[in-house]
């Protein structure tokens, strides 16, 4: 008999057993979670209308910067952490692989020959050596067939796992994301800043000249001179400093996509991305678009079937062998037919005393999926506390904002109001510096609010999934350097 003959009969029963298996353990449902059909702070917030842009995944052209798109761009490309991720995704693709594959049997071939000597005669003295060989070459192969449903658990929790990985690669890539953009408008309002301080030292500048010449005619005394001396060098102190805090800015982006600060430099503008409208979503929709609440789920239902696979542990195993091949002591008629050898068999293995260890690993695998379903709980608990927070944020900057631009306005006119009387004489030049001070003071903390919107609005997006969609899950990562096929 053949080989290939030898494993039909393997392969018929296999078959039949398998159809009649059935699946050990609970069935996958989605747990309970607290139910919150509207945001608190959601109150009178308008939504925006380009909601598309969401839908897409590329939420930071929301911001409409050309060069912010292609430093995402290239972080999606280059950045290591992101690289991290998707290799750790890649691992947990191949797990499944490799658990699908234990559902089929395994063969393997052999080929090998011996060379061997026994002792023949009575006594050692008079023993003489016979020297023989041996050739073989065969097939074989072995099924562990699946009546409980230990492998399928396995394979079901392998795909739980690798899509819980494909979640976290989500979130990695979403929080790099966030970073870089709120790291680029936090640059981009200190270039305002920079912008605004240069002006206000060449006019602090003007006005030393003015005080120096009205000092040398007589008509102020020489304090008002110290006095705007004192202003002129404090600010442009301040100036200088702001220029470290941008070099680091810049320093930080180039770390996130992938490059030497050496190698990056970013052109000062004279603008700052508006601050856009969010679409917001419901809360409903929050847990299908955020990727840590999705990861947190998938791990939640590996955690099921590791129950199935503890509980399989308390039946036998079956597994079917064959095997088969040529065996004979000279090479030169090793392949013919009164050679041939085969084996046919099935073993059933079953632990007997373990003295409660499988016990123990099915309470432990119930308490594992207790863990990952409280956390899954937690972080939707903490998903709708995140986007309730940056909303109230959001609004009370906008607040604020209104409040502190009449603030710069009132603060403008008043300085227009002593440079003035400065003029005439009517003032000194301690209540110009005063009120000058004031105005400058104003404008900065104006853009600091801008600054601060536009950051708060990056968490919000982020908060509410970014351009996560929940389909990504049984899709490939977009990353240059991906390779092979999802599973």
């Not at 991720?85 to 080929?111: D, K, M």
């Not at 079953?350 to 409280?374: H, I, K, N, P, S």
Request: aromatic letters at 6%; a negative charge; one cysteine or more.
């Amino acid at each position: 008999m053949s080989p290939s003959c030898t494993l039909r009969p393997l392969v018929v029963i296999g078959m039949a057993l398998t159809l009649a298996a059935c699946t050990l353990g609970p069935d996958y449902q989605r747990p309970q979670l607290p139910d919150a059909g509207a945001f608190k702070q959601a109150e009178g917030w308008k939504s925006a209308a380009p909601a598309d842009a969401l839908q897409r995944g590329d939420w930071w052209q929301l911001y409409g910067d050309a060069e912010l798109d292609a430093l995402v761009s290239r972080l999606n490309v280059s950045n290591q952490n992101l690289a991290v991720a998707e290799a750790q995704y890649r691992q947990a693709r191949a797990l499944v692989r490799s658990a699908r594959s234990q559902l089929f049997p395994t063969l393997s071939g052999n080929a090998g020959v011996t060379r061997s000597r026994q002792a023949t005669g009575g006594s050692s003295s008079s023993s003489s050596v016979g020297v023989s060989e041996s050739y073989e070459a065969g097939l074989s192969a072995s099924w562990e067939l699946d009546l409980w449903g230990r492998l399928r658990r396995g394979l079901e929790a392998n795909r739980a796992s690798m899509q819980a990985s494909a979640a976290d690669l989500a979130a990695v890539r979403l929080s790099l994301q966030a970073e870089l953009v709120q790291t680029y408008l936090q640059l981009r309002v200190m270039d305002e800043q920079q912008r605004l301080l240069d002006q206000t030292v060449a006019a602090y500048a003007r006005s030393l000249r003015l005080t120096e010449n009205q000092y040398r005619a007589g008509i102020v005394p020489k304090s008002d001179v110290a006095q705007a001396q004192t202003q002129l060098k404090s600010t442009q102190a301040q100036a200088i400093d702001l220029k470290w805090q941008r070099a680091q800015l810049e320093h930080a982006i180039a770390v996130l996509i992938g490059v030497p600060p050496v190698e990056l430099n970013i052109a000062v503008r004279e603008d700052i991305p508006a601050l856009p409208e969010v679409p917001l979503a419901m809360p409903s929709q929050l847990l299908e678009r955020r990727p840590d609440v999705a990861a947190a789920e998938r791990e939640v239902m590996a955690a099921n079937a590791e129950i199935g696979i503890a509980e399989a542990a308390w039946y036998p195993d079956l597994t079917l062998s064959a095997s088969g091949g040529y065996r004979n002591s000279s090479f030169n008629q090793l392949f013919e037919v009164p050679n041939r050898f085969w084996s046919l068999g099935p073993q059933l293995a079953l632990t007997l005393l373990d003295f409660g260890g499988r016990r123990a690993e099915l309470e432990r695998a119930e308490a594992a999926y207790d863990q990952t379903v409280a956390t899954y709980r937690q972080t939707v608990l903490d998903s709708f506390r995140e986007v309730e927070d940056y909303l109230v944020q959001l609004r009370v900057l906008g607040e604020e904002a209104v409040v502190q631009r009449e603030a710069l306005d009132a603060a403008q006119e008043s300085l227009r109001l002593i440079e003035n009387q400065y003029r005439a004489g009517t003032v000194d030049y301690l209540s110009v510096v005063t009120v000058q001070t004031t105005a400058l003071n104003n404008q900065r903390t104006n853009l600091t609010l801008l600054g601060d919107r536009l950051v708060t609005s990056v968490q919000l997006i982020a908060a509410l999934g970014g351009g996560w969609q929940i389909e990504q899950l049984q899709q490939e990562p977009v990353l240059s350097s991906e390779r092979g096929q999802d599973d």
